[in-house]
C-alpha cells in the first residue's frame, strides 16, 4: 500500500491522480486534513484517511498498513521540522518500508532560507533507520503565475535574480519522478537532485512569454531592497516579501539548478521545456 501525504495539495493531487493510472486505486491512500476536499480522489477509488501534522495519532491511523509513504513536505514554513518529525515517528511505528520525502534542491548545502527545514527533516529520516528517498525540487514554473498576469498588463516582470538562473518545472514533472520513485526499484537510499534540464533566467522567461503570448513583456532587474518594497507594497506580508527576495538572491547564486538530470532520468524523458510551461501557464490565465 502507498500512502501520499498532503493529498489534497496541488502536487499530491498530481501523484495521487497518476498514481491510479499505474496501480490499484484500493492499494493508494490519500491521507489528507480535510477529507471534504478529496471526493475527487476517492471518486477514483482510492482510500482517504484523516492525517494531520498536528496530530501524531491521526498520523499513525493513515500510515496502517502502508509499505511506501510519500511525506508531501508541509506548506507551514516555521513547523514544519516538527510536524515531519511526527510523520516519521508515525511512519517508524507502523513499519513503512520506504519513506520518500519532497525536499528542495541541494538542501544540505543550500543557504536559501527554505533549506534549514528540510535539511533537519533529511537528518531526522535517516536517523530513523527508514529506507529513504529524497526528492529535492527546484522551483515550480506554477509559481511565476501571477507574475506572468501582471507582467502582461504592465509590460514587466520584476525580479532580483539578475542573471542567475533556476531549474523550475512544472509541478507534474515532479509528480511523475515521485511516482516512478513509488512504484519502481532501487531507489532505496538515494537522493536525487530534481531540476530542469535546461536551467533559464527570468530575462529566458519574460521572453518567451513575450513571444508566446504577443504582448511586450521584459525582464527588470531591481535591487534587493527595492524589490522587498514592492512586494509589501503589492500587499504580501513582510514574512512572504523576505522569503521571496531571498529566493532571487538563491537564483543569482545558482542555488536552485542543478545539471544532475536527475530528473529527466527518473521520468524516462526529457524535463518540460520553458516554452511548454509558460504555454500552459497563459492558457490558465485565459
Known sequence: ????????????????????????????????????KAADLAALGVQVRVADYEQP??????FAGAEKVLLVSSSEVGRRTAQHAAAVQAAKAVGVT???????????????????????????????????TFLRNSWYTENYEQSIAQALATGAILGSAGEGKLGGVPRADYAGAAV?????????????????DQAWSYADLAEAVARISGKPVAYQNVPASQHRDILIGAGLPEFVADMLVDADRAIADGELASGSGDLSALLGR?????????????????
Open 1 to 36: 500500500m502507498i500512502v501520499v501525504t498532503g493529498a489534497t495539495g496541488h502536487l499530491g493531487r498530481l501523484v495521487v491522480e497518476a498514481l491510479a493510472q499505474k496501480v490499484p486505486t484500493d492499494q493508494i491512500v490519500a491521507a489528507v486534513r480535510t477529507p471534504e
Open 57 to 62: 495519532a491521526t498520523l499513525t491511523e493513515a
Open 270 to 286: 526529457p524535463t518540460t521545456t520553458l516554452d511548454d510551461a509558460v504555454t500552459a501557464l497563459l492558457k490558465n490565465l485565459g
Open 180 to 196: 516512478e520513485v513509488l512504484t519502481g526499484t532501487g531507489h532505496e537510499n538515494k537522493v536525487y537532485e530534481l531540476a530542469a
Open 98 to 132: 520506504h519513506l520518500v520525502y519532497t525536499s528542495i534542491l541541494g538542501a544540505d548545502t543550500a543557504t536559501i532560507s527554505l533549506a534549514p527545514e528540510h535539511k533537519a527533516t533529511e537528518e531526522i529520516i535517516r536517523d530513523s533507520g527508514i529506507p529513504f
